[in-house]
């Protein structure tokens, strides 16, 4: 497996969902992995990457960016409201607002530095409580709030349950997010990103599958 196959599957997956060619973008996640695994990848011409950390996106991403200037990072894990300033500044999207609180840190930095980036909110679509994001029930009036807030608000992400059929949960997220006249569907990762597709996924999450397995030491 590699960048190639993953960007053929999608292609495949687009096709047989009726969707027009490039309508669901690939965020190649190279959290963990070595610097040299993720400047192939770059040098392979992609371009969107999504990291986990904003530590470890900003110990990375910036050299990078110099070389490869329209190389964008996309924040795909959790946000501590104390890491906002830096997160605002390193990443083009963040797909994990969850809280109100964040959501208004969020709202005031905007204010101050003049510029966001877009914004999923992440639905915590199977109710786990270990998990973090906003319950199915909840969504709607969040999303009212967000919006109250006046921030670029693009869509929705969930992770769905390992033990649970992915399809169920990607359902529900397309559901919320056609409610709230929301476009954006950040769902799918390496083993059921096909499906994702075909409920109408804008950004899929394909990590190991692109650079091999992560080594956490």
């Known amino acids: 497996m590699g960048l190639n196959d993953i960007k053929a599957r999608i292609a495949k997956a687009e096709k047989k969902a009726g969707r027009a060619p490039g309508s669901a973008q690939l ?30 996106a900003a110990g990375k991403w910036p050299a990078f960016q110099e070389r490869f200037p329209d190389a964008r990072v996309h924040l795909i894990g959790p946000l501590q409201s104390n890491k906002a300033r ?22 005031r930095l905007a204010q101050e530095l003049g510029a966001c980036p877009d914004l999923f909110v992440q639905v915590n679509t199977g109710e786990e409580e ?9 969504a709607d009036a969040f999303i009212k709030e967000v919006r109250a807030l006046d921030l670029p608000l693009k869509g929705l992400m969930c992770i769905p349950p390992v033990d649970e059929t992915p399809s169920l949960h990607f359902a529900l997220l397309a559901k919320i997010a056609e409610r709230n006249g929301l476009e954006g569907l950040s769902m799918g ?28 030491g």
């Open 27 to 56: 965020i190649a996640v190279s959290k963990v992995q070595p610097n040299e695994r993720v400047e192939a990848v770059l040098e392979e011409g992609h371009r969107l990457f999504g990291e986990n950390k904003v530590q470890e």
């Open 86 to 107: 830096q997160a605002m500044q390193l990443f083009s999207a963040i797909h994990s607002l969850d809280r109100p609180k964040l959501a208004t840190t969020l709202a």
């Open 130 to 138: 270990q998990k973090a994001g906003i319950l199915p029930a909840e």
């Open 189 to 216: 990762m390496s083993s059921d990103f096909e499906q994702a597709i075909a409920f109408g996924a804008t950004h899929v999450r394909v990590g190991s599958a692109i650079f091999g397995e992560r080594d956490y």
